[in-house]
Nanobody, 117 residues
Framework: QVQLVESGGGLVQTGGSLRLSCVASANKFTYNTVGWYRQAPGKYREWVAYITYGRMTDYRDSGKGRFTISRDNAKNTMYLQIDSLRPEDTAVYYC???????????WGQGTQDTVSS
């Protein structure tokens, strides 16, 4: 049973934008903090942003001012808008629901974002 489905990745040029989406099952999404991680080739997975059920947000320093996380609780969906993309943003982006859970079912399949210089 697929519980998290991501979409929206792709190949873009430096300075471009992407909008990632993650649809979750209701039992995982409701009332939970949710968020995004990413993993670049040869690097550890790192957190990107999270949003609480009440829509409080936080971002890693490199994403502040460029990343915007949002959620639609009625659709069990969260989004990550990435603007002013940089080559170092190239990574596989994973949604994590609920935030911080390491259970395999708490991770999406990942969506590849590639930023060309």
């Amino acid at each position: 049973q697929v519980q998290l489905v991501e979409s929206g990745g792709g190949l873009v040029q430096t300075g471009g934008s992407l909008r990632l989406s993650c649809v979750a099952s209701a039992n995982k999404f409701t009332y939970n903090t949710v968020g995004w991680y990413r993993q670049a080739p040869g690097k550890y997975r790192e957190w990107v942003a999270y949003i609480t059920y009440g829509r409080m947000t936080d971002y890693r320093d490199s994403g502040k001012g460029r990343f915007t996380i949002s959620r639609d609780n009625a659709k069990n969906t969260m989004y990550l808008q990435i603007d002013s993309l940089r080559p170092e943003d190239t990574a596989v982006y994973y949604c994590n629901v609920p935030w911080g859970s390491q259970d395999p079912t708490s991770w999406g399949q990942g969506t590849q974002d590639t930023v060309s210089s």
